[in-house]
Every structure is written in structure tokens, then in C-alpha cells.
């Protein structure tokens, strides 16, 4: 793990260290408080690589720290916190908080698991072949709950299965066996606490945002507010392009449909008159059809009854 600096500073050295966070406090319009304890060296030493483009951390003792945010004379600032830290250490960046906080989520890196750590999630050993030959790992993972059978000379787990659940210990058995298994459990990165900008302070659950999902939401939001400004008839800068393509769309079919002799229309009016002659026309040759079949039901009707009447005077007669 990352070691803290050494106590045995000279005055002047302290001094120094403390106008040099200040110098940093003053320049810098984003900061942050990460905590390092649980942050091996090796990973540090590869991850400040990778974000000097866009951050720099500096570390020293939480009192130095301490001293050169109250002699820094920025708005708020004293409201960043280094208690929250066990092994606090500061982040400058160019980056606002939640692009920073991002960023350092996505250079997490996965580790093994000594024994003694809190598991961040479940802990699963999958289905199948370990390739470990049978032996002490056998009852190991018996005794860790696992389903397992010796096939073709080799520990095969029957069904995935959690051995550690989340937030429990990881014990030095649950590690061996992970070890073995080349699984690495734990989440390595940088820890941002807090972070401040521009007088404002932010936790780390406020910068823990989806970013996707927000930007979903915001699009959503917007769509929705600029409908009913149009439809509600608000006008300005946004609207009013929609309400006019609206209101002119509206005045075209207008004059199309009452027949209104516009140069821009005239040739859909005509068309649409055309259209609805047709239609009436059509109307009236269905009516006549009608009428006509009509007449030739009430004709047949009449003849029927002539020739009753003709048969039922021959039959008197008779």
C-alpha cells in the first residue's frame, strides 16, 4: 500500500510543502481529496501516468494539508475535508468534478485478494473445469460451499456458486482459493472523496452519476418543454420556427380546402375541388344505381301482384 511521507520533516521543509499545495490551491479551479490507503504503490505509480494529462496528485501529512487550505483564500474551500481520508492526498485537474470523477473510475484496475479485505460485490466461482488437479483445494472449495467433482484428473465446480457475499471479509482461505482460481476480486484505482470548483463542494455520491442516463433524461426533458411551448403557443428564439412552419401549414390547408385563390395553392385547390367533384359525382351515380334497382323491385312487385289477381279470377269463374 501507498506509505505515508515521512514525520521527521525539517520546519523548512514543511513550509515548503505548504506554500507548494497553496500554489496548487490557488491555480488550479478543480480539487480534490483522495484517500490512498488502500492504494498499493506499483498501481499509483502507473495511474498518475496515465492521468497526468488531466490531474496531478501531491500527498503529505494530513496537518500540512490542513494548513494550506486555511491560509488559501478561495471561496468555500475550507469546506474540503481530509478527516473523511484515512491517508488523504490531493488531486488538481483541469477537468470539472463529475468529468474527473469519471475518468477516474475508468482507470480502476481489478487485483487479488490477500485476506483481511471487505469483498465490494458478490464473490462468484464459476461453472466448470479449474484445472487444478484434485488435493487440499478440493476440500477447500467444499468447505467454501462449492459443488465439486474430480472429472479426467481435474477439480470441475458443478455450478457457479458465491463464496463471499458483498461486504463481508475476504478470509486468508476465501484468497487462497481465489489466487488459485486467478480470480481478482478487488477494484484498484484512486479513491476521490470530495471534490471542490468554482465555491461549490461535491461528495462522492453526488459525482457518482450515469452519465448516459443523464444525458437521456436531459434530451427527454427538452423535447417535451419545447412541445408544449409549441403547442401552448410561447414564442421565442427556440419556438418560434416551429409555430410558423405550424401556423403556415395549417394556412395552406385552409386554402386548399375552402378553394381560396392563392398563387402558391391555386394548383391544390383546383386539384382538391377536382378530387371532391369526383367524389360527388361518384355519389350520385351510386344514388341513381339505387333508385334504378329500386324501381325494378317495385316494377317485378307489380307484375307478381297483376298475375295473382288474374289467377284468382279464373278460379271464381270456375
Do not use: C
Not at 506509505?3 to 500554489?23: C, D, G, Y
Not at 474551500?77 to 468534478?97: G, R
Not at 462449492?146 to 465446480?157: P, T
Request: glycine share 6%; hydrophobic share 35%.
Amino acid at each position: 500500500m501507498v506509505q505515508p511521507k515521512p514525520k521527521s520533516l525539517t520546519r523548512e521543509q514543511k513550509e515548503a510543502k505548504v506554500e507548494e499545495f497553496k500554489e496548487a490551491l490557488e491555480d488550479y479551479d478543480v480539487i480534490g481529496i483522495l484517500d490512498m490507503h488502500s492504494l498499493p504503490a506499483r498501481q499509483l505509480q502507473e495511474i498518475e501516468s496515465e492521468i497526468e494529462e488531466f490531474a496531478d496528485i501531491k500527498m503529505s501529512r494530513k496537518t500540512l494539508m490542513n494548513i494550506a487550505l486555511e491560509q488559501t483564500d478561495k471561496e468555500g474551500i475550507e469546506e474540503l475535508d481530509t478527516d473523511e481520508a484515512m491517508q488523504p492526498a490531493f488531486i488538481f485537474s483541469t477537468k470539472d468534478p463529475f468529468q474527473l470523477y469519471s475518468l477516474i473510475q475508468a482507470n480502476q484496475t481489478s487485483a487479488a485478494a490477500d485476506g483481511g479485505e471487505i469483498a465490494p460485490n458478490d464473490i462468484e466461482i464459476p461453472e466448470g473445469d479449474t484445472g487444478i488437479g484434485p488435493g487440499p483445494m478440493l476440500g477447500k472449495l467444499q468447505g467454501a460451499g462449492a459443488q465439486v467433482q474430480v472429472q479426467d484428473g481435474s477439480i470441475h465446480v458443478q455450478e457457479a456458486s458465491v463464496i463471499v457475499e458483498a461486504g463481508e471479509e475476504i478470509t486468508a482461505d476465501d484468497a487462497e482459493i481465489l489466487n488459485q482460481l486467478e480470480i481478482e476480486p478487488l477494484q484498484i484505482g484512486l479513491d476521490l472523496i470530495i471534490a471542490y470548483s468554482e465555491g461549490e463542494v461535491f461528495t462522492s455520491e453526488e459525482l457518482d452519476i450515469d452519465t448516459e442516463e443523464y444525458r437521456e433524461d436531459i434530451e427527454s426533458a427538452a423535447t417535451a418543454g419545447f412541445n408544449l411551448a409549441v403547442n401552448a403557443g410561447v414564442v421565442n428564439e427556440t419556438t418560434a420556427p416551429a409555430i410558423i412552419q405550424e401556423a403556415v401549414r395549417k394556412a395552406r390547408n385552409l386554402a386548399i380546402s375552402e378553394g381560396l385563390p392563392e398563387e402558391e395553392t391555386i394548383e391544390e385547390a383546383v386539384s382538391y375541388a377536382a378530387s371532391a367533384a369526383e367524389s360527388v359525382d361518384a355519389e350520385v351515380d351510386l344514388e341513381t344505381a339505387k333508385e334504378e334497382l329500386n324501381e325494378g323491385d317495385e316494377s317485378e312487385d307489380e307484375e307478381d301482384s297483376s298475375e295473382d289477381s288474374e289467377d284468382n279470377e279464373e278460379k271464381e269463374e270456375e
